[in-house]
């Protein structure tokens, strides 16, 4: 995709997430407000500094991946498909497929595909005022690199 200079919102923007590890049985998550983009996580730097470093500088060496964590919001509505199945989630502590599509001006153009375990569900407050919301946390455990939409 050709740079340009304008910027975009996520309207049109999707996430699924599966009932199992298998990414032919996603499903879109219904009133997702924001999601946090999905990456791969921090790599820890170890020191190995010794004694005659070059030039007086510190050294490391690449040690354990740190996983990262994200979280999707959306409207929380009791006992819809969706409320239903981030409960299993969260309870089964598994590892599920997902998917989230990243848009341009409304239009789906990217997506991001992996693996991961629902580590938090919370159904947020209930106002007088105010949308009932709810929030996912998801840790990663395996992540793709970003590529080009496939409906």
């Known amino acids: 995709m ?30 997702v407000k924001e999601f946090d983009v999905p990456t ?56 599920r497929a997902f998917k989230a599509v990243l848009p341009e001006n409304g239009e789906p153009v990217a997506q991001i595909e992996g693996t991961c375990k629902c580590t938090g569900y919370s159904r947020g407050r209930v106002t007088p005022d105010g949308v009932m919301e709810a929030t996912a946390t998801f840790r990663i455990v395996t992540v793709e690199d970003i590529e080009a939409y496939v409906s």
């Open 2 to 31: 050709a740079e340009t200079a304008e910027a975009s919102v996520g309207y049109f923007g999707e996430f699924h997430l599966s009932s199992d590890d298998q990414a032919a049985n996603l499903y879109e998550l219904v009133q």
């Open 40 to 95: 791969g996580g921090t790599r820890e730097q170890v020191e190995a500094t010794h004694l005659k470093s070059p030039d007086w500088r510190r050294s490391y060496l690449s040690g354990f991946y740190e996983d990262s964590d994200f979280e999707v919001l959306l409207n929380f509505r009791p006992l819809s498909d969706t409320d239903t199945m981030l409960e299993a989630a969260l309870k089964a502590g598994d590892v």
